[in-house]
């Protein structure tokens, strides 16, 4: 699991591969978080010139956001 401590993100080698675009709604990425749950999270993702902003959900201390086609990338693998 990625993990974001004190505003620095922390995860294992095997975490790195977030999915491919076939992965519509099988995957689902989860970031446990040590944040007030006041703060509403956005995260920044980028292929190449292509930007993509996602709103995170909450549950508890994890943020996670249900993997789509439309956030994942066109071409292969997202890491």
Known sequence: MIRLDN???RME???REL???S?????????????DA????????ALGKVKNVVDL????????VE???DI???????R
């Not at 099988?26 to 944040?35: F, Q, V």
């Not at 909450?58 to 943020?63: F, I, N, Q």
């Open 23 to 35: 992965d519509h709604l099988h995957r689902r990425l989860e970031i446990a978080a040590d944040l």
């Open 19 to 21: 999915g491919y675009e």
């Open 67 to 69: 993997l789509t086609r």
């Open 57 to 64: 959900e909450r549950t508890g201390d994890v943020l996670w």
């Open 13 to 15: 080698v095997r975490d």
């Open 38 to 45: 006041g703060w509403a999270v956005k995260l920044d993702m």
């Open 72 to 78: 994942l990338a066109s071409d292969g693998l997202y």
């Open 7 to 9: 505003w620095r993100v």
